[in-house]
């Protein structure tokens, strides 16, 4: 039996990602790891990453590292980002980044695979829904940085864990395209980073992304968004 753990934020790209581990890779034993940071999306994250688990039949687990983040956890006014500055979004990407957030989620992760390979002797898998955006990623989402993870486990761990991201190289109309194969209801996926009222905001950084990504992947986009922009483009 093939174990995995897989990070998931119930976003768009980590959803896909977990039904690939499932459906495409054959992994049986899955757990779906979830952080609260006290991110501003956090209940409907929590509740897209539950509704994840279900479907693949998965356990779902929640790790509080509300303390450990709030004295980063700022208050960061959202700008509405126009389609024109998506060809350059590196000032709104810094300004939203997280400091070390994926390293410390993978770390935890590996002491989780450790414990549970010291209680049971089983062993997982780490997936993650980390999606490269080129020159303007996060520098805790690149293949370089996956690479040094993995690095890191075999040197700190009594058993090195493998950490996967196999969708890093896909663009997001591909993620949304393999979604749909899958059978992914990506009207439950949430990607919001300035969550109104449970909806998408339909113009922060994250927003736009993944109304591009339908765009060019000609799906008809599912969300519901607080508001669109004058740009807005929906697939015929």
């Not at 663009?171 to 009222?197: P, Q």
């Amino acid at each position: 039996m093939k174990n995995a753990i897989i990070l998931c934020s119930g976003g768009l790209d980590s959803v896909v990602t977990s039904h690939y581990v499932r459906e495409k890779l054959g992994y049986e034993k899955i757990i779906i790891l979830f952080f609260n940071y006290n991110q501003k999306s956090l209940i409907k994250e929590r509740k897209s990453s539950k509704k994840c688990a279900k479907d693949i039949k998965a356990k779902f687990s929640e790790i509080d590292l509300r303390l450990l983040f709030s004295h980063i956890n700022k208050s960061v006014r959202i700008k509405k980002i126009k389609r024109k500055e998506l060809k350059n979004s590196s000032k709104e990407s810094e300004k939203l980044y997280v400091p070390c957030r994926n390293t410390l989620f993978l770390v935890y992760s590996l002491a989780l695979a450790e414990s549970l390979y010291k209680d049971k002797k089983e062993i997982y898998d780490i997936f993650t829904g980390f999606k490269n955006e080129g020159k303007e990623s996060y520098p805790d989402t690149t293949p370089e940085f996956v690479e040094e993870m993995n690095k890191l486990s075999k040197i700190s761990c009594y058993k090195p864990f493998k950490i996967n991201a196999p969708l890093i190289r896909k663009d997001k109309e591909d993620i949304i395209k393999l979604g749909i194969n899958l059978g992914v209801n990506l009207k439950d996926t949430f990607s919001c980073y300035n969550s109104l009222n449970g909806k998408h905001c339909g113009y922060c950084l994250a927003c736009r992304l993944r109304q591009e990504g339908f765009y060019w992947a000609n799906v008809k986009d599912p969300t519901i968004y607080k508001e669109k922009l004058k740009d807005f483009r929906t697939a015929e």
